[in-house]
């Protein structure tokens, strides 16, 4: 089980709380964290980038050249990913920067076109295995030219902890309980869980059977209208990919995140 130490600290005020040391100390007191991973870090030269536009490359049927916004200026870059497209919002990476991945992004020339920088995967960047094409950075607000660390929720410290640490512990298969024993250990306030908007309508209930007899003593269930099934937004699978869990869409990934962050399963 991966803990995110960014999302505790949505529950937890940590300021001032340096996490390495933190792990110890919750080795001592509650669970033995195995290891503490560092998540997307050296990253800085990495910045948000508009595309603009995107044309055939002259002497490639599988390349094609992507105008795009860096802010202060505008490049056209070399791009063989599938997904690449007028209006998506990606990482763009400058020459001369060498990313968390090892790649080294050098300028040159790819099939006889200048390429003054690179569009990257997830897995260029160091931040997953994924790369059947450009990270697409749906739902970033932040301007054109943006560094990626400060456009979306992106560094992290991750806790690793054996499950089998915490079988007994059933209110710390969550990440808010786990923030609960944060709180605690720190002797500061814990936030509750944010349930603001949450509101039930005037359609009558879903009937339910539980047929289980004593084998289940409680169900619940509700109806859920006006969904449109698309990707999460990028902070959203980010977060899923450094816990373990593999994005899907918005409604499946709304599940897992309910189950990372109160350790109770929930199904669509």
Not at 148 to 153: K, Q
Not at 233 to 259: F, H, K, Q, S, W
Request: aromatic fraction near 4%; glycine fraction near 10%; charge should be negative.
């Amino acid at each position: 089980m991966y803990i995110s130490w960014r999302w505790i600290s949505q529950w937890v005020d940590t300021e001032g709380v340096d996490p390495g040391d933190f792990a110890e100390r919750f080795t001592r007191s509650v669970a033995e964290i195995e290891a503490v991973l560092e998540f997307g870090q050296g990253l800085d030269e990495v910045v948000v980038a508009d595309v603009l536009e995107v044309s055939p490359h002259p002497g490639a049927d599988r390349l094609r050249l992507a105008r795009v916004d860096l802010g202060r200026e505008q490049r056209t870059v070399v791009c063989g990913a599938p997904n690449l497209a007028v209006g998506l919002r990606l990482p763009f990476v400058f020459p001369g920067t060498t990313l968390p991945s090892g790649i080294e992004v050098e300028q040159g020339s790819i099939r006889g076109v200048e390429s003054p920088g690179m569009l990257a995967s997830e897995r260029d960047l160091g931040l997953s295995d994924e790369h059947a094409g450009v990270l697409e950075l749906d739902g970033c607000q932040a301007p054109a030219g943006t560094p990626l660390p400060e456009a979306i929720a992106l560094v992290d410290t991750l806790f690793e902890v054996e499950n089998k640490s915490i079988t007994h512990r059933p209110d710390l298969w969550g990440h808010h309980g786990v923030a609960r024993e944060v709180a605690a250990l720190l002797g500061r306030p814990l936030a509750a869980l944010d349930l603001e908007g949450l509101s039930f309508g005037s359609d009558q209930p879903l009937q339910l059977n539980v047929q289980a007899g004593s084998h289940c003593n409680r169900y619940l269930c509700a109806r859920i209208g006006g969904v449109r099934v698309a990707p999460s937004p990028v902070e959203l699978r980010l977060l899923l990919r450094r816990l373990g869990v593999r994005p899907i869409n918005n409604v499946v990934d709304a599940t897992n995140v309910v189950l990372l962050e109160t350790g109770n399963p929930l199904h669509a």
